[in-house]
């Protein structure tokens, strides 16, 4: 293969893939400038070993700026695993269960999936998994009323997913529910200010909001560390985990250092209020979009419409493929809808500007007044 040291401009188009994410244009640029000789050490970062005092920096400094942002409490841990969120849905048990019970919220795909997982550690006898209310009647486009939930009485902790990416379907406020929150955020983390405080673990895989795919972030209070189970995987064991400082085998290094340099971007814009006020405009502009028409329709309720996921439907679903067709030849990518939805579907997270939104909605727009 003949190396080539000239970069042509790169053509960034409108990428609103759910995951793997679009992520800043300047944090690419900077990696692929660094990519063969990482601040003039003549290596590239992944090649680092990460115990080097050069790398053992870049996972310090991305924590410590992760831990700025989010404004993170010192009773709480930070570790930098591999895995994706995913994996956690057998951790978080292993973990946390202790031979009691946990509550469960089924809002959607990955919340089902999370119980799921977790009701295999039931059947092995190692604690009780209680759903306390699901989405399912209505499709999962809304959140069931507390009041109808069953809440158990001194609970392990609670797990819910506080943004469903696939159904578009949010929550807002944490439930108030007397007993350790343990939210999935992996695609909301970061675009919106949240007080820490007030869970007792948040985790979120990294290719929405933070980087590529491949690494999680956990954020876990102290108090809830060093329950785990006789059973549980030394690698899933989160105080082995975080007396390893993130590190008992190798981690997902570069993976970790381009979470560092969006870190950095992000604190550029302003950090996450600045970046909040700026998601909501978009999604106010995108749902106005639909709201405005009889050709587009979004079937979340409004109190719980993700404002970094939203589907939306064709009045003729015949035109589904042609809107899909005609939207990627007018250089708006990724736009179809998860095969359990069906439509369309834009994900609009913190590297998605408001101007992508906008030539979307101008599309959008576009296509109704040729179809409609």
Not at 251 to 256: F, L, R
Not at 306 to 324: E, G, R, W, Y
Request: charged share 20%.
């Amino acid at each position: 293969m003949t190396q080539n040291t000239s970069h042509a401009t790169a053509k960034r188009l409108p990428n609103f893939c759910a995951g793997p994410a679009t992520m800043p244009t300047e944090v690419l640029e900077r990696a692929q400038a660094d990519l063969l000789d990482w601040q003039g050490r003549g290596l590239s970062v992944m090649e680092m070993s990460h115990r080097s005092a050069d790398y053992v920096d870049i996972a310090e400094r991305a924590e410590a700026k992760l831990r700025q942002l989010m404004n993170i409490p010192n009773n709480y841990k930070v570790l930098f695993l591999q895995g994706g969120a995913s994996l956690q849905f057998s951790a978080i048990p292993l973990n946390l269960l202790g031979g009691g019970t946990a509550d469960y919220l089924n809002t959607g795909a990955w919340s089902g999936k999370a119980t799921k997982e977790a009701q295999r550690y039931e059947a092995l006898g190692l604690g009780k998994i209680n759903v306390v209310a699901s989405g399912k009647a209505s499709n999962f486009t809304d959140v069931p009323d507390i009041k109808d939930w069953t809440l158990s009485d001194n609970a392990a902790y609670f797990h819910y997913c506080a943004n469903e990416t696939i159904h578009g379907l949010q929550i807002f406020q944490p439930p108030q529910v007397g007993a350790p929150l343990v939210a999935d955020m992996s695609s909301c983390i970061l675009s919106q200010p949240i007080d820490v405080s007030q869970f007792g673990m948040i985790y979120a895989g990294a290719q929405k909001n933070i980087g590529p795919a491949g690494l999680v972030i956990i954020i876990i209070r102290e108090d809830l560390v060093d329950k785990a189970s006789e059973w549980c995987p030394m690698l899933l064991n989160y105080a082995h985990q975080i007396d390893k400082e993130s590190m008992s085998n190798t981690p997902a290094t570069y993976s970790w250092y381009l979470a560092g340099l969006v870190f950095d971007w992000l604190e550029e814009q302003g950090g996450v209020e600045a970046i909040g006020k700026i998601n909501e405009q978009k999604a106010k502009l995108l749902y106005d979009a639909i709201d405005n028409s009889s050709f587009y329709a979004n079937p979340v309720a409004n109190a719980h419409r993700s404002i970094m996921n939203i589907p939306f439907t064709l009045a003729d679903s015949a035109l589904d493929k042609v809107f899909l067709q005609a939207s990627e030849q007018a250089g708006l990518l990724n736009l179809k809808g998860h095969r359990d939805v069906g439509g369309m579907r834009a994900s609009i997270y913190n590297a998605v500007s408001l101007d992508w939104v906008s030539q979307l909605v101008d599309f959008m727009q576009e296509f109704e007044r040729k179809h409609g």
